[in-house]
């Protein structure tokens, strides 16, 4: 099910035809995964700005909320976002106070080391509700968003394994 941005009448795919190929924009997987995208940061953003988060910061605390003091390309690597837009993400995650970065003394001072803030880990406590409040604004039942959930995973990672 797809949605017009500006329109609120859900809009149902055709089925493609017997040759398997799409032929209306709906049809498409991509387009699909892609509004789906939309519609879900939009959801979230709503969510967050109370919070003075945008959803790409807010993916980030989770990463670092499951297991703090990260370096830079940990933190990319897991939230899939290039270094140079990371970098400028976390510079204002900085600015904010939520996290601290440090080059790596022990290890390579060429690594940068991200660790939460004590208003960081508050943060956390403040957000605890945004997940259930997104499942249930979703009206979908937990069982069938973790299968979904799986199976877009499964999709990323054939997706990823495609690009040359």
């Not at 290039?82 to 690594?111: A, W």
């Not at 939460?116 to 945004?130: C, F, I, W, Y």
Request: a neutral charge; charged letters at 25%.
């Amino acid at each position: 099910m797809s949605k017009d941005m500006n329109d609120q009448t859900p809009v149902m795919p055709d089925e493609p035809p017997a040759g398997g190929a799409p032929e209306t924009i709906d049809q498409f997987l991509c387009f699909a995964l892609y509004s789906a995208s939309l519609a879900m940061t939009k959801l979230y953003q709503s969510r967050l700005k109370p919070l003075g988060l945008t959803y790409p910061q807010y993916l980030v605390l989770l990463v670092l909320w499951e297991k703090d003091n990260l370096t830079v390309s940990e933190v990319g690597a897991r939230v899939r976002l290039d270094s140079g837009t990371l970098s400028q993400l976390l510079k204002r995650l900085e600015r904010s106070g939520i996290i601290c970065r440090q080059r790596d003394t022990g290890h390579d001072e060429r690594r940068v080391r991200i660790s939460l803030t004590e208003q960081g880990r508050q943060l956390k406590v403040t957000a605890a509700g945004v997940p259930a409040d997104m499942v249930s604004v979703m009206d979908t039942a937990c069982s069938e968003l973790g299968d979904l959930t799986s199976r877009v995973a499964t999709l990323r990672e054939k997706l990823l394994r495609a690009l040359p």
